[in-house]
């Protein structure tokens, strides 16, 4: 079974930066989607994908409101997927999860539009909060 654990949340103003980390461990075989979701307790459609780091280093920011500040990154050697967050917003306040899936034949990882109830594996998610 894959594990994912995600840290790097906490509180910052407005403006500021946050790289969110998760590390994936315990799977030795294929590739893996992986993804970053939030969510608050106003999301009565559930989370939100963020962003889409996919295996070939390939990736996809998902989220329109977020394009043009946070962006997703891989370092399969250190086993570590990244979401850097950059001029953050109130409104990114949320908890931010990490999600995994496995990769099979006809499997399109940067589809944005595939719900998180299609990702196998997730985090315990990490807190985000931004002040304004």
């Known amino acids: 079974q894959v594990q994912l654990v995600e840290t790097g949340g906490g509180s910052v103003q407005a403006g500021g930066s946050l790289r969110l980390s998760c590390l994936v461990s315990?799977?030795?075989?294929?590739?893996?989607?992986m993804a970053w979701f939030r969510q608050t307790p106003e999301m009565e459609k559930g989370r939100e994908a963020v962003?889409?780091?996919?295996?070939?280093?390939?990736?996809?920011v998902c989220a329109e409101s977020v394009k043009g500040r946070f962006t997703t990154s891989q370092d399969y050697a250190n086993k570590t997927v990244y979401l850097q967050m950059d001029n953050l917003k109130p409104e990114d306040t949320a908890m931010y999860y990490c999600?995994?899936?496995?990769?099979?034949?006809?499997?399109?990882?940067?589809?944005?539009?595939?719900?998180?109830?299609?990702?196998?594996?997730w985090g315990r998610g990490t807190q985000v909060t931004v002040a304004s």
């Open positions: 962003a889409i780091a996919g295996p070939e280093g390939d990736n996809a």
């Open positions: 315990q799977y030795t075989t294929g590739n893996l989607c």
């Open positions: 999600a995994a899936d496995r990769i099979g034949s006809d499997y399109w990882c940067l589809n944005c539009r595939r719900p998180s109830v299609a990702f196998e594996f």
